[in-house]
T-cell receptor, first 114, second 112 residues
Framework: NAGVTQTPKFQVLKTGQSMTLQCAQD?????MSWYRQDPGMGLRLIHY???????DQGEVPNGYNVSRSTTEDFPLRLLSAAPSQTSVYFC?????????????FGSGTRLTVV | GDSVTQMEGPVTLSEEAFLTINCTYT??????LFWYVQYPGEGLQLLLK?????DKGSNKGFEATYRKETTSFHLEKGSVQVSDSAVYFC???????????FGKGNQVVVIP
């Protein structure tokens, strides 16, 4: 089925560890983004990309890196995990940013940092 | 900057009751407006949208009207079901901007 695939679904990290959250889409969407969802905070934009080779920061980029080498993939890297990064992470894509067709979301990665 | 404000707190109501969730926005120009729904353990799904003033978006019995004069996009459903229990997010896409801005969401619990 076409859509946005995120892996893993669940992850527990120790403080200071690094990891990569994977996001892949098969809809040929140019725009991809990462959000984190925290209780009472809604969704906050971490990083986004308007096409292969182009990325930019969102509201809360500190502690995260991204790259976009292909149209399909947009991994999110945690460089040195901290308890404050415990959250649910969502990847979303669309044909263009701010698209009137809305975004397609993945099912999320629940990350716990201990 | 562009932002969305949703009413505070969860919403608990009985089956077949009328649901309203308030959403107001701040934006320059002519944004597109959306409601997304998140069922337990899942990602967000687009529920409905409106792209210009006075447009009414509708889907699955839910409706919302783009009111530029009051900068609002309130979500309504005339008779809710238990299956409507979810978190509902209002969102805004500024014209010509790459970022989708979300409200904080409202948990809706429908009791049989």
């Amino acid at each position: 089925n076409a859509g946005v695939t995120q892996t893993p679904k669940f992850q527990v990290l120790k403080t200071g560890q690094s990891m990569t959250l994977q996001c892949a889409q098969d809809m040929n969407h140019e725009y991809m983004s990462w959000y984190r969802q925290d209780p009472g905070m809604g969704l906050r934009l971490i990083h986004y990309s308007v096409g292969a080779g182009i990325t930019d920061q969102g509201e809360v980029p500190n502690g995260y890196n991204v790259s976009r080498s292909t149209t399909e993939d947009f991994p999110l890297r945690l460089l040195s995990a901290a308890p404050s990064q415990t959250s649910v992470y969502f990847c979303a894509s669309s044909y263009v940013g701010g698209s009137i067709d809305g975004y397609t979301f993945g099912s999320g990665t629940r990350l716990t940092v201990v | 900057g562009d932002s969305v404000t949703q009413m505070e707190g969860p919403v608990t109501l009985s089956e077949e009751a009328f649901l309203t969730i308030n959403c107001t926005y701040t934006a320059t120009g002519y944004p597109s407006l959306f409601w997304y729904v998140q069922y337990p353990g899942e990602g967000l799904q687009l529920l409905l949208k409106a792209t210009k003033a006075d447009d009414k978006g509708s889907n699955k019995g839910f409706e919302a009207t783009y009111r530029k004069e009051t900068t609002s996009f309130h979500l309504e459903k005339g008779s809710v079901q238990v299956s409507d229990s979810a978190v509902y997010f209002c969102a805004l896409a500024p014209y010509g901007n790459n970022r989708l801005a979300f409200g904080k969401g409202n948990q809706v619990v429908v009791i049989p």
